[in-house]
Structures are given as structure tokens and as C-alpha cells.
């Protein structure tokens, strides 16, 4: 009988549960919102990047609706065959408007943003320098490019400015970072690094995926709140986190935007959005420019809960936003806490390594603008209850 090729895997899985670090995937049973029913129980919800609240928001759903009724379930093709509808274009022109770029184009998610932008504007003669913290969805464009990759220590401007300064001046180089580190929850140096791409004619580029409607006027992100306008080439979004749907986008000038109509494979050879996909982050938008109060809600809450967890005593790490890593240490300790939390009716994903690195390993929270002050109060509750019996505090 064949011998399974696979069986390797299978080996892999029993080494991550004899270290604990094996995960089942948590099931939602109904809405994403920040209180809901995962694996059959009720918990306060801490794990997800709906930060706005927008993934169940009235306005969004109706927008949904009828783009359906009235455009059907699917676009049918790629954009740049017939999957190109009326709808698309305008969700480009509203975003350009409001990241305040000539052009914006829009992907199927952040990451094929981030890996279908840079694999297709450098190659194999060109240098990358990249904050060693960067999003997968970065380092694997970076790959894919082929172009030398060249590492600097987290937030390390003056690494970052070695390495820029040693290299030819003829090179083609791309300095990028994220604006908001997505697992401890603190911002790129953006401003600094803008500075040295300027002194030694760098490409600038931003992944502002955790930064889009939660920093800046009407959450422009990071460039609106570093004000730095104009300065960075190359910025990318979500609308799968703070917009509430799905989806990335790349803001720039109208040549860069053409470009990668040109020449980004996932933009090329995947399907575009369906057209309710469009139309609630048109809603999105919209929201974002009528309402920013609900930015101004998300932030109260972070205040709140952040103060909370730091008075509890718990290593919040450096966080700026509301992504507040709560770090344990040991990749099973980790684990441990988010399972105890999640019987104690909070669900704060835990995270280890290769996620973070090994000693660094944490359950991480972020509230959103819908939780109520009694939602986070009872989290903080179960923090405490918790943590005290592992000894975390
Ligand atoms: C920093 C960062 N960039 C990009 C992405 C990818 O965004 P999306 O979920 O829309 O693919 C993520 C998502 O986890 C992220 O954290």
C-alpha cells in the first residue's frame, strides 16, 4: 500500500501538541460584535479587528442588500477582463478623496495588497529595507520580488539609515514599515524614516492596515496623524479591520496606481469584489467622514481598558493603539491564560511563536468603539482572576 507523503505533517501537529501550542480554530456562532458566542459560549469579544463596529453597522448591511439586489452576488471575472464594475471604481475615487492621493487601487485583501505591490515594482537588482517587525504580507512581497532584503532591528532609524547610506546611490531602494505594528499594537517610525527616504532618494511605504479609521482626522491613518502628507510614495489600507468588510487598497500617485493595474498579480489573476463588498466599504467611507465621533468612542475605550490592564499590573508592552498585547512569557503560559480567560467569558486570542518570538509569547486584546464600559469592566475582571491565579501579576 502507498505510504502516506503527507505523514510528516501529521508529526509536526503531535510536536506542537506536546508543547502546548496546538490551537483548534475558535468557531463564531453568530455576528462578529464585541459580545458574542464562540464554541457555543457567550464571551466578551477581544479578538477581532473590527474596530469601528462597522462588520454589523445598519448603514453597511443596507448598502450590502441592495448592491446585491440590484448587481448580483459576484463580479464574474478579474478587473482587468470584465470584473470591472461601475461600483469598483467609484470605492477608488472615494478613497483616493479621502487619503488625499491622486489615485487609490483596491485588492482583494490588505495582504495581496501589501505582497502584490511590492513584488511588482522591484526586482531581483533592487534593495528593500524592512523594520524586522514588518506584516507577513510584507516580508512575502519582499520575497516574491526578488530583490536583496535587508533587515533593521525594530523602530531602529539609525540602523535603518546605515544600511541606506552603505548601499550604491544608483540602487533602487524601498524603505517600508508598518504604521501599526499589529502584534504589539505600537507605531512605525514614520516620520524618521520619511526623512532618510528623502536624504537618499528611497522609495517610502507605509502599511497602514491596522492605522486606516483609527489614527488621524477621520482615521486617515498614520500619514494624516504623523502629518506626513505627501511624503510617503506608497500607502497601503484594509477595509477588512476598521472598514468592517473586506479588502485592501494601495493610495499613491495616478503613474503607481496605473502601474499596478499593469503588473500586480493578485489584482490580475484573482476575481474582484463582489459588488456588495464594494458597497459596504463605500458605507464605510462614509461613516468615517459623517461620523467620526464613533473614532473618538474607539479611543475612549482604549483608554479605558489599557489604564485598567496596566493598573492590574499586567506587561502591556509599548502599545499606541488599541491593540494592547498582554505578554506571559512562555508560549504555553500564553495559551494557558487565553484558554482560562475564554472560561472566564473573554476571548483574547493567544499568540506565540512563530507569531512573536519565542519569550514574547501573549494573549493580545483590542476593544473596539461598540463595547460597553461594563463589557471591558467584566474583561478587566477576568484579567485580574486570572492572571493572579498564573502568577502574571
Ligand atoms: C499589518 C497588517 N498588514 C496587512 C494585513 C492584511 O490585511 P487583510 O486582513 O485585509 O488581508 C494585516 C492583517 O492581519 C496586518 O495586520
Redesign the pocket.
Known amino acids: 500500500m502507498r505510504q502516506d507523503p503527507l505523514a510528516y505533517l501529521a508529526a509536526e501537529l503531535d510536536l506542537l501538541r506536546e508543547q502546548g501550542l496546538y490551537r483548534s480554530l475558535r468557531v463564531l456562532d453568530d455576528r462578529q460584535q464585541a459580545s458574542a458566542h464562540f464554541d457555543g459560549r457567550a464571551v466578551i469579544n477581544l479578538s477581532s479587528?473590527n474596530y469601528l463596529g462597522l462588520t454589523t453597522h445598519p448603514k453597511l448591511i443596507a448598502a450590502a442588500r441592495e448592491a446585491t439586489e440590484t448587481f448580483g452576488v459576484g463580479s464574474g471575472s478579474v478587473r482587468t477582463i470584465a470584473g470591472t464594475m461601475a461600483i469598483h471604481m467609484e470605492l477608488e475615487r472615494r478613497l483616493a478623496a479621502f487619503k488625499k492621493t491622486e489615485a487609490v487601487v483596491v485588492f482583494q485583501?490588505?495582504?495581496?495588497a501589501?505582497a502584490g505591490t511590492v513584488s511588482a515594482i522591484l526586482n531581483k537588482d533592487d534593495v528593500i529595507i524592512s523594520d524586522e517587525l514588518n506584516?507577513a504580507?510584507i516580508i512575502d512581497g519582499c520575497r516574491l520580488s526578488r530583490a536583496a532584503i535587508k533587515v533593521f532591528p525594530h523602530k531602529d532609524v539609525e540602523a535603518a539609515r546605515r544600511i541606506v547610506r552603505d548601499l550604491p546611490a544608483s540602487q533602487r531602494k524601498l524603505l517600508i514599515t508598518?504604521g501599526v505594528f499589529?502584534m504589539d499594537g505600537d507605531l512605525g517610525a514614520v516620520a524618521d524614516l520619511c526623512a532618510i527616504a528623502e536624504e537618499y532618494g528611497c522609495i517610502m511605504m507605509v502599511?497602514d492596515?491596522?492605522a486606516s479609521g483609527v489614527f488621524g482626522q477621520h482615521g486617515r491613518g498614520t500619514i494624516d496623524h504623523f502629518h506626513v502628507h505627501g511624503r510617503v510614495d506608497i500607502q497601503?489600507g484594509?477595509?477588512?479591520?476598521a472598514m468592517g468588510a473586506?479588502?485592501?487598497y494601495v493610495a499613491g500617485s495616478r503613474a503607481l496606481i496605473e502601474f499596478l493595474y499593469h503588473r500586480a498579480r493578485p489584482f490580475l489573476f484573482s476575481t474582484s469584489h463582489p459588488p456588495a463588498v464594494a458597497a459596504s466599504c463605500l458605507a464605510a467611507v462614509d461613516i468615517l467622514e459623517q461620523e467620526p465621533e464613533i473614532i473618538d468612542r474607539l479611543w475612549e475605550n482604549t483608554r479605558f481598558f489599557k489604564t485598567g490592564l496596566v493598573k492590574l499590573g499586567f506587561n502591556t508592552g509599548l502599545s499606541e493603539s488599541p491593540i494592547t498585547p498582554v505578554i506571559a512569557g512562555e508560549g504555553s503560559l500564553a495559551m494557558k491564560l487565553s484558554d482560562r480567560l475564554f472560561q472566564a467569558g473573554v476571548f483574547a486570542q493567544g499568540l506565540a511563536f512563530p507569531t512573536v518570538a519565542r519569550d514574547k509569547a501573549r494573549v493580545r486584546t483590542i476593544v473596539t468603539a461598540a463595547h460597553t464600559r461594563e463589557q471591558l469592566q467584566f474583561a478587566l475582571d477576568a484579567f485580574a482572576k486570572v492572571g493572579r491565579e498564573l502568577g502574571l501579576i
Open positions: 479587528n485583501s490588505g495582504f495581496a501589501n506584516h504580507s508598518d499589529s502599511d492596515a491596522h497601503v484594509t477595509l477588512s479591520k473586506l479588502g485592501g
